[in-house]
């Protein structure tokens, strides 16, 4: 048994795992970290479906990108530096869990910065969370020789950098930090850029996978969960069943037929090069965050149809169509196309469009997109047996 395997010693050497390990596969504690970080994402949608009735674009998706950025970095980070380096001993426990409290402060925060841009609790829930990135790569440092200790003391110098950007920028004017966010967000992405220069980190494509689509089910998962309650408030205060049950059949379909696309193919024989699992990774920031986003847009369409916001019909369904819309391009674009074959490829990006082209109905918008995402994935059904069929 390996020493990264060996639980009766709480505290080990930190060593590079095995690429090519069976059996590989999400941890308990690895599955508690994503539970937590949901909670971040549930406040990003609420503040966003908030903002979104009240027609408030230029608060509503700064905002939204600013949080879900930070909460999607900081897991991203995690998820594949754990798929390289998860010792599972006490420190490693240890960091990992203020890590999660760092997100749980960040989602304490996140009222604020849509409110008046405050960053104060933002930037220090994140600064918990990157400084304990820190601490484990200073541990892989000095578990590693070589090139690997080189690139782990790089990801630690980089990203201790970027972050007193981050604690400069709550010093900032407001109108300021907009353009300097986008600059410490290029700066975020340099940091795994420059740090693996020279050495690859060796990370195990049948694990990134699994923690992605764990991660895409969580987060699909609040996206119904918010969509639920939003339904349940508005039949407790309107008894508007014959407007909400339109609402209510279409948004199950996209989530349904959302977590039917996204796990149709496999994604991890694809991932079997840096060149394809970099994009891959950095692509799901739209995955997520247009699945988090379908669930405001869900709150969004339930409070319109009772008269609670000031919307018209097309910009109430507009906030379901458009990231329904995004997700089913983004999944195309980033797995699904790469297992596609013939009549097969353009069935997603058409549906994307026929989703956006919904929009245009207005009120019945929401189901129509439901149907137009359950019929994308009757027909992709259809193909795969008719293909199954002829090998």
Same mark, same amino acid.
């Given at each position: 048994?390996?020493?990264? =395997?060996?639980?009766?010693?709480?505290?080990?050497?930190?060593? $590079?795992?095995?690429?090519?390990?069976?059996?590989?596969?999400?941890?308990?504690?690895?599955?508690?970290?994503?539970?937590?970080?949901?909670?971040?994402?549930?406040?990003?949608?609420?503040?966003?479906?908030?903002?979104?009735?009240?027609?408030?674009?230029?608060?509503?998706?700064?905002?939204?990108?600013?949080?879900?950025?930070?909460?999607?970095?900081?897991?991203?980070?995690?998820?594949?530096?754990?798929?390289?380096?998860?010792?599972?001993?006490?420190?490693?426990?240890?960091?990992?869990?203020?890590?999660?409290?760092?997100?749980?402060?960040?989602?304490?925060?996140?009222?604020?910065?849509?409110?008046?841009?405050?960053?104060?609790?933002?930037?220090?829930?994140?600064?918990?969370?990157?400084?304990?990135?820190?601490?484990?790569?200073?541990?892989?440092?000095?578990?590693?020789?070589?090139?690997?200790?080189?690139?782990? /003391?790089?990801?630690?110098?980089?990203?201790?950098?970027?972050?007193?950007?981050?604690?400069?920028?709550?010093?900032?004017?407001?109108?300021?930090?907009?353009?300097?966010?986008? !600059?410490?967000?290029?700066?975020?992405?340099?940091?795994?850029?420059?740090?693996?220069? =020279?050495?690859?980190?060796?990370?195990?494509?049948?694990?990134?996978?699994?923690?992605?689509?764990?991660?895409?089910?969580?987060?699909?998962?609040?996206? !119904?969960?918010?969509?639920?309650?939003?339904?349940?408030?508005?039949?407790?205060?309107?008894?508007?069943?014959?407007?909400?049950?339109?609402?209510?059949?279409?948004?199950?379909?996209?989530?349904?037929?959302?977590?039917?696309?996204?796990?149709?193919?496999?994604?991890?024989?694809?991932?079997?090069?840096?060149?394809? $699992?970099?994009?891959?990774?950095?692509? =799901?920031?739209?995955?997520?965050?247009?699945?988090?986003?379908?669930?405001?847009?869900?709150? +969004?369409?339930?409070?319109?149809?009772?008269?609670?916001? =000031?919307?018209?019909?097309?910009?109430?369904?507009?906030? !379901?169509?458009?990231?329904?819309?995004?997700?089913?391009?983004?999944?195309?674009?980033?797995?699904?196309?790469?297992?596609?074959?013939?009549?097969?490829?353009?069935?997603?990006?058409?549906?994307?469009?026929? +989703? /956006?082209?919904?929009?245009?109905?207005?009120?019945?918008?929401?189901?129509?997109?439901?149907?137009?995402?359950?019929?994308?994935?009757?027909?992709?059904?259809?193909?795969?047996?008719?293909?199954?069929?002829?090998?």
């Amino acid at each position: 048994m390996t020493a990264a =395997h060996d639980r009766y010693r709480p505290v080990r050497r930190m060593l $590079a795992r095995d690429r090519g390990e069976s059996h590989r596969v999400s941890t308990p504690l690895e599955l508690f970290f994503d539970l937590c970080f949901v909670v971040a994402i549930a406040q990003a949608g609420r503040e966003l479906a908030h903002a979104l009735a009240q027609g408030d674009l230029s608060l509503a998706l700064p905002g939204y990108l600013m949080t879900f950025f930070a909460i999607w970095w900081a897991w991203m980070n995690f998820t594949w530096f754990a798929s390289a380096y998860d010792v599972d001993d006490v420190p490693y426990r240890l960091t990992t869990l203020v890590q999660i409290t760092g997100v749980l402060v960040l989602a304490a925060g996140v009222p604020r910065l849509f409110e008046n841009q405050n960053l104060d609790l933002g930037v220090t829930g994140y600064l918990l969370m990157r400084l304990a990135m820190v601490t484990q790569w200073l541990r892989a440092a000095r578990g590693e020789t070589g090139p690997a200790r080189t690139a782990a /003391l790089r990801y630690a110098v980089g990203i201790t950098l970027v972050q007193a950007f981050w604690v400069v920028l709550v010093f900032v004017p407001h109108e300021a930090r907009a353009p300097l966010f986008a !600059v410490g967000v290029v700066a975020e992405l340099a940091v795994p850029v420059w740090a693996e220069l =020279h050495n690859r980190t060796p990370w195990h494509r049948h694990h990134i996978a699994e923690r992605y689509g764990l991660f895409t089910i969580i987060v699909l998962g609040e996206t !119904v969960a918010a969509a639920t309650v939003a339904i349940q408030t508005a039949l407790d205060e309107h008894k508007a069943v014959a407007e909400l049950l339109p609402i209510a059949g279409g948004g199950l379909l996209i989530c349904f037929g959302a977590w039917w696309i996204y796990f149709a193919d496999d994604a991890h024989p694809y991932l079997d090069s840096v060149r394809r $699992a970099l994009p891959w990774g950095y692509g =799901h920031f739209l995955i997520f965050a247009s699945a988090a986003a379908v669930g405001a847009g869900l709150e +969004v369409a339930v409070q319109h149809a009772v008269g609670a916001t =000031h919307l018209s019909d097309r910009a109430a369904t507009a906030a !379901v169509t458009v990231p329904t819309a995004l997700f089913l391009f983004t999944v195309w674009a980033l797995h699904s196309r790469h297992h596609k074959r013939g009549a097969a490829q353009p069935v997603l990006p058409v549906t994307a469009l026929s +989703v /956006l082209a919904a929009t245009l109905a207005g009120d019945a918008g929401v189901l129509i997109a439901g149907l137009l995402v359950a019929l994308a994935v009757t027909i992709g059904i259809a193909m795969t047996a008719q293909t199954a069929k002829r090998s």
